[in-house]
């Protein structure tokens, strides 16, 4: 469970636009006849969201063979658009694309143990076929890192189906564990996460066929964030048995800015091995967690401070090594290398373990937090999950370093080093679930706009694509780019004014090895009372590689995938960065614009279209959708 927006962090994160009148400025001007287009503005239509109310974490994924149906849930508060009377909203599908979601709740708060709130968890099937949400009760508030927490506040629950899906029973013998260890004096301690790992089963010499393992999510206030293991009888789940804490890195352990803060406690951990696609037995163990607690970063902090902001926290995900403490009995988790799952607006990952495409599946929180108050309550409802993305392995070979960092300080990427002085370079990498993308290019009505190779850079050159072939807020986007060696800024602006003065800019930044999304804002010089639009802002860089035959040196190209889905943006850079965002004042489009910044050369030779930033190619999908 979210509490960094459930206890009080919302209200400060999230500003109220009542001390700002609402006649300013007149873009909200809407009277009580036009609420259907209120609610419509910035919905969008192809991400899972209920029709009304609150939503947050995504809880319990999985997919279950007896029926051929992929669930997942989230936190609903049916009532309104605010965090309260959080109970399960569900949906489940036959494809991962098309979703039907229930119109009520299937868990909600009804007992002593869970009177305030069934929060986050997850999907397991038992070795008796049945179906169980294993999952957070919480019996008393407020609950936040920042305070003291009360024992047993917070305890572990479970809820099961013998019918597939269609009916859930809380178990008499809820809670199953009255809540953390004792002795501890924790941060956090929820959303449990639960599955088979091979790894650590060999590590503490446990039988796989006889124990899964569960990790609960939160931190020993003043030493650091962690995560709770517990082993778990397969034949019982609900038989709990504590380990120990998986990780102790101390509080805010920042290896550098390619990792991110792991901040003071962790939210929504999971555990997930994958193995290497070149040598199958060769896995890496991962963690992916919410952290909390983050130090500011002035370096990317650009929220308006009169307005609505984020809080301080992070979507980081970490590789690391396991090995069993002989003294303790439990087992400690290095940290290898890790990065961010992604840098926007998405938070409170979860992910299984899809049998069906053997595929590594996660959503995340796309939040509101950008919108005020006011502007939340009249649109009627407040956040979605994001895409399901799928998660694999990137390797790359023959990399000589990287744009302008020591690959050596680039710490979200393992190196191994190769003859000849080059290196592999291994790192997580995301992108949408595919048996989605091709559905959505297959939605009537989508023309596809393709761009050929084109110089930019020189004499202020750029490639278009027309606002008459743009009239719709649902597109995807798949670009790349060649860099020349002095470009300075390359990218595509997506504009909202016909003279795009008002824009969506996708730009990176190689000298700086940043990417950024700079994001349209409204004409009201009090705008940012209303609307958080500062720019989404995130470390990236290209690798330098060697041909094998030639023994030549060059850059990677950049590409760069974008979805957008009305207020939704979606961005994936080179598969290994991604940030999701939030647009909400892009509701005209005017067409995209391919650019690059190359720096002027003082070489009179410099006449070669290969000196040049080149656009390779642009493919854009318009009107997709379900």
């Known amino acids: 469970m979210t509490t960094a927006s459930s206890f009080g962090e919302t209200s400060q994160s999230s500003t109220s636009c009542g001390s700002t009148r ?36 995504p809880c319990a994924p999985g997919y279950n063979p007896a029926t051929g149906l992929y669930h997942v849930s989230f936190q609903w508060n049916p009532n309104g658009p605010d965090w309260g009377d959080i109970s399960w909203g569900t949906a489940t599908s036959r494809d991962m694309v098309s979703w039907e ?38 019996s008393s508030l407020p609950i936040h890192h920042t305070i003291p927490h009360e024992k047993g506040c917070e305890t572990l629950s479970i809820a099961t189906s013998f019918d597939n899906g269609k009916t859930w029973h809380k178990s008499s013998r809820n809670p199953i564990l009255a809540g953390e260890p004792d002795g501890l004096d924790v941060t956090g301690w ?3 996460f639960c599955a088979p790992w091979p790894n650590m089963s060999q590590a503490l010499e ?17 030493k650091f964030p962690t995560s709770f293991v517990y082993k778990v009888d397969a034949k019982d789940i609900s038989r709990w048995s ?35 696609e070149e040598d199958p037995s060769v896995s890496h163990d991962l963690l992916i967690m919410g952290t909390e607690g983050c130090l500011e970063d002035d370096s990317t902090k ?4 009169m307005g609505p902001s984020r809080p301080s926290r992070g979507q980081l995900w970490m590789s690391g090594s396991l090995r069993k ?37 996660v959503w995340g929180w796309i939040t509101e937090e950008d919108l005020c108050d006011d502007l939340r309550h009249r649109q009627g409802w407040s956040g979605m999950l994001s895409m399901p993305r799928q998660l694999s392995l990137q390797t790359l070979h023959g990399v000589t370093g990287a744009l302008a960092s020591e690959i050596s300080s680039v710490t979200s990427v393992k190196l191994t080093s190769e003859e000849k002085g080059t290196f592999t370079v291994q790192t997580l990498a995301s992108e949408p679930y595919l048996p989605l993308v091709e559905s959505l290019r297959r939605n009537p009505g989508v023309q596809q706009l393709n761009i050929g190779q084109s110089t930019l850079g020189l004499q202020d050159r750029i490639a278009e694509i027309p606002s008459t072939s743009m009239q719709s807020k649902q597109w995807e986007l798949d670009c790349s780019f060649e860099l020349s060696k002095s470009c300075s800024a390359v990218g595509v602006s997506i504009g909202h004014t016909e003279g795009f003065e008002n824009s969506t800019r996708l730009m990176f ?22 609307i958080n639009s500062s720019p989404e802002i995130a470390p990236h860089t290209l690798f330098r590689k060697r041909n094998t035959i030639t023994k030549e040196e060059y850059t990677e190209p950049l590409r760069i995938r974008a979805w957008r889905d009305n207020s939704v943006l979606e961005v994936f850079v080179n598969g290994r960065t991604a940030i999701s965002t939030r647009l909400y004042a892009a509701e005209e489009t005017f067409g995209m614009r391919f650019f690059a910044f190359d720096e002027p050369s003082t070489d009179a030779t410099k006449a070669s279209q290969s000196d040049w930033t080149e656009l390779q190619y642009a493919k854009l999908w318009e009107g997709i959708g379900c």
């Open 22 to 57: 609402l006649t300013t400025p007149e873009y909200f001007e809407l009277d009580s006849a036009n609420s259907a287009q209120f609610f419509a503005r910035w919905r969008p239509s192809y991400h899972i969201m209920p029709q009304v109310g609150w939503m947050n974490d």
């Open 101 to 138: 979601i229930q119109d009520e709740p299937i868990l909600s708060p009804d007992s002593f143990y869970n009177a305030k709130g069934v929060f986050t968890g997850c999907f397991v099937k038992a070795q008796d076929g049945s179906l169980n949400y294993i999952y957070t009760s919480v």
């Open 190 to 192: 929820r959303d449990p």
């Open 206 to 222: 446990l039988d796989p066929k006889e124990y899964m393992f569960g990790i609960i999510s939160g931190g020993i206030r003043e």
């Open 242 to 276: 504590y380990i120990g804490p998986l990780t102790n890195f101390g509080l805010n352990y920042r290896p550098s800015r390619w990792s991110g803060d792991l901040g003071k406690n962790w939210e929504v951990t999971n555990f997930l091995s994958l193995s290497d």
């Open 302 to 305: 650009q929220n308006c401070p």
């Open 325 to 361: 403490n002989e003294k303790y009995g439990d087992v400690n988790m290095s940290y290898d290398f890790g990065g961010h799952l992604d840098h926007g607006c998405l938070y409170a990952a979860n992910s299984f373990f899809d049998s069906r495409t053997q595929k590594h599946v």
């Open 509 to 530: 930044e190689p000298l700086n090895e940043t990417f950024k999304i700079i994001r349209p804002c409204l004409s009201s010089p009090s705008a940012c009372a209303f």
